[in-house]
T-cell receptor
Framework: DVKVTQSSRYLVKRTGEKVFLECVQD?????MFWYRQDPGLGLRLIYF???????EKGDIPEGYSVSREKKERFSLILESASTNQTSMYLCASSSGQVDSPLHFGNGTRLTVT | DAKTTQPTSMDCAEGRAANLPCNHSTISGNEYVYWYRQIHSQGPQYIIHGLKNNETNEMASLIITEDRKSSTLILPHATLRDTAVYYCIVRVTGANNLFFGTGTRLTVIP
């Protein structure tokens, strides 16, 4: 079974802090994704990566950056956390096959105070 | 990606088959149908996907109509642990994104 592991289930940070969300997958998948999920808005794509050191902006990249130095690890960085970034953050991965499904981690619930 | 329409909520008796419908009347030839579910406070869980043929795996069956404008996810023997929000998604071949709508909240009743 694919395993996507997010380092924290819950995080509380203060406004202005730099926040790192870590994600690791164990299936040698090429593609990795960061989404945020908010009530009434569904899942929105922040960034994705299709290879090491490669990244593409999703629908809502503002205020975020990402890093993929190793194939199995994809990090989401909030440079200066704001209260409107309080959300559930979901990491996912998929293989390079064209119809490969995305497999999600259990999410990190981030609260910015 | 094609828009999908699902009922907001459904109930199913424990042990019975749960049939969750999805309408995707604007689906195009290169779009797959994917089903995910999300149990409260967890990440979405992949269930099954298909292009035009019916599919079955250890979790569920996916029935796609011949014109591909709708599909049904079947959980053959629903259990209480199947209570979740179920999302039907259509995705262009090779697309890097999934668009989740509001889904169907399935409640399995003892």
């Amino acid at each position: 079974d694919v395993k996507v592991t997010q380092s924290s289930r819950y995080l509380v940070k203060r406004t202005g802090e730099k926040v790192f969300l870590e994600c690791v997958q164990d299936m040698d998948h090429e593609n990795m994704f960061w989404y945020r999920q908010d009530p009434g808005l569904g899942l929105r794509l922040i960034y994705f990566s299709y290879d090491v050191k490669m990244k593409e902006k999703g629908d809502i990249p503002e205020g975020y950056s990402v890093s993929r130095e190793k194939k199995e690890r994809f990090s989401l960085i909030l440079e200066s956390a704001s209260t409107n970034q309080t959300s559930m953050y979901l990491c996912a991965s998929s293989s390079g096959q064209v119809d490969s499904p995305l497999h999600f981690g259990n999410g990190t619930r981030l609260t910015v105070t | 990606d094609a828009k999908t329409t699902q009922p907001t909520s459904m109930d199913c008796a424990e042990g019975r088959a749960a049939n969750l419908p999805c309408n995707h009347s604007t689906i195009s030839g290169n779009e797959y149908v994917y089903w995910y579910r999300q149990i409260h406070s967890q990440g979405p869980q992949y269930i099954i996907h298909g292009l035009k043929n019916n599919e079955t795996n250890e979790m569920a069956s996916l029935i796609i109509t011949e014109d591909r404008k709708s599909s049904t996810l079947i959980l053959p023997h629903a259990t209480l642990r199947d209570t979740a929000v179920y999302y039907c998604i259509v995705r262009v071949t090779g697309a890097n994104n999934l668009f989740f709508g509001t889904g169907t909240r399935l409640t399995v009743i003892p």
